[in-house]
Nanobody, 127 residues
Framework: QVQLVESGGGLVQPGGSLRLSCSAS????????IAWFRQAPGKAREKVSC????????NYGTSVEGRFTISRDDAKNTAYLQMNDLKPEDTGTYYC????????????????????WGRGTQVTVSA
């Protein structure tokens, strides 16, 4: 069955770094666009970053651009989110998601939905 498993979360001080991993199975990973979302308590879910299948084009939310980097290793069916210069407002549960179709409609204008989700990994940024 389709499975996405996030790992790499934890507690880090402001200014620190973490690398999240998303291990996928049960579907054609290399043909899928992959995204990272996050949700803080009491707040709406926010798309952090998205990476296109094959070509690897990526985009980022304005709050993380320049600090976070999304990547993928199709040979390992794994996506990553390198997070640098972490801030307390980056605290939340981070989820990876997979979807197909147009990268533009899925990741740029968000008019279509991701169809597979992981259970999330907690990131806490605190002194």
């Amino acid at each position: 069955q389709v499975q996405l498993v996030e790992s790499g979360g934890g507690l880090v001080q402001p200014g620190g770094s973490l690398r999240l991993s998303c291990s996928a199975s049960g579907f054609d990973f290399k043909a899928s666009h992959i995204a990272w979302f996050r949700q803080a308590p009491g707040k709406a879910r926010e798309k952090v970053s998205c990476i296109e299948s094959v070509i690897g084009t990526s985009n980022y939310g304005t709050s993380v651009e320049g600090r976070f980097t999304i990547s993928r290793d199709d040979a390992k069916n794994t996506a990553y989110l390198q997070m640098n210069d972490l801030k307390p407002e980056d605290t939340g549960t981070y989820y990876c998601a997979a979807g197909g179709g147009s990268f533009f409609t899925l990741c740029i204008i968000a008019s279509t939905q991701f169809n597979s989700w992981g259970r999330g990994t907690q990131v806490t940024v605190s002194a």
